[in-house]
Antibody
Framework: EVQLVESGGGLVQPGGSLRLSCSASGFTFSSYTTHWVRQAPGKGLEHVSAVNPDASLTYYADSVKGRFTISRDNSRGTLFLQVTSLRTEDTAVYYC???????????WGQGTLVTVSS | EAVLTQSPLSLPVTLGQPASISCRSSQGLVHSDGNTYLNWFQQRPGQSPRRLIYNVSKRDSGVPDRFSGSVSGTDFTLKISRVEAEDVGVYYCMQGTRWPYTFGQGTKLEIE
């Protein structure tokens, strides 16, 4: 069974940092593009970052560019998102999403909540 | 980036009646490989989004056949032939043709 499990979220003060992790199982993680998509409380979905299988290509939303860094450890089947200089508007559930089947974004984790507040 | 505009944003439906959600793209979504990567997701309260439809009209495994997708130009439609109580939630369209993936604003389906 294809599974993604996020961790690392929590309550952090403005300007703080966190490292989000996503552990993949049930498929060959190293073969698939993987993303972070976030959802602020009561709001819609925002594509935050992406990385291709060999990490040669990355994407960042303008809202997080220069503050967030996506990376992956294919040997461990794990995706990371280092989030720094956090702002209150970064408060959201962060989902790990993989393009396992045709069409993209078919497999989602349960999400990890990041709350930025003083 | 491709902007996706959904309508309506709120959709009250009577049980057993049909429902339809529209998603209009600001750009063409045909990929260089010839496919159109327009997906539909369902997000039930308190859950992660679940993909229902991919590549405009293909149903994901386990998705009831009352859900269907179609396209006319850059106007995409998700139809539910007969709404059931378990269909309550928010529905999003998403394009996966190019980065960034972009989502519609979401349509909240409720039972009236």
């Amino acid at each position: 069974e294809v599974q993604l499990v996020e961790s690392g979220g929590g309550l952090v003060q403005p300007g703080g940092s966190l490292r989000l992790s996503c552990s993949a199982s049930g498929f060959t993680f190293s073969s698939y593009t993987t993303h972070w998509v976030r959802q602020a409380p009561g709001k819609g979905l925002e594509h935050v970052s992406a990385v291709n299988p060999d990490a040669s290509l990355t994407y960042y939303a303008d809202s997080v560019k220069g503050r967030f860094t996506i990376s992956r450890d294919n040997s461990r089947g794990t995706l990371f998102l280092q989030v720094t200089s956090l702002r209150t508007e970064d408060t959201a559930v962060y989902y790990c999403v993989t393009d396992f089947r045709s069409g993209g974004a078919d497999c989602w984790g349960q999400g990890t909540l990041v709350t930025v507040s003083s | 980036e491709a902007v996706l505009t959904q309508s309506p944003l709120s959709l009250p439906v009577t049980l057993g009646q049909p429902a339809s959600i529209s998603c209009r793209s600001s750009q063409g979504l045909v990929h260089s490989d010839g496919n159109t990567y327009l997906n539909w997701f369902q997000q039930r309260p308190g859950q992660s989004p679940r993909r229902l439809i991919y590549n405009v009209s293909k149903r994901d495994s386990g998705v009831p056949d009352r859900f269907s997708g179609s396209v006319s130009g850059t106007d995409f439609t998700l139809k539910i032939s007969r709404v059931e109580a378990e269909d309550v939630g928010v529905y999003y369209c998403m394009q996966g043709t190019r980065w960034p993936y972009t989502f519609g604003q979401g349509t909240k389906l409720e039972i009236e």
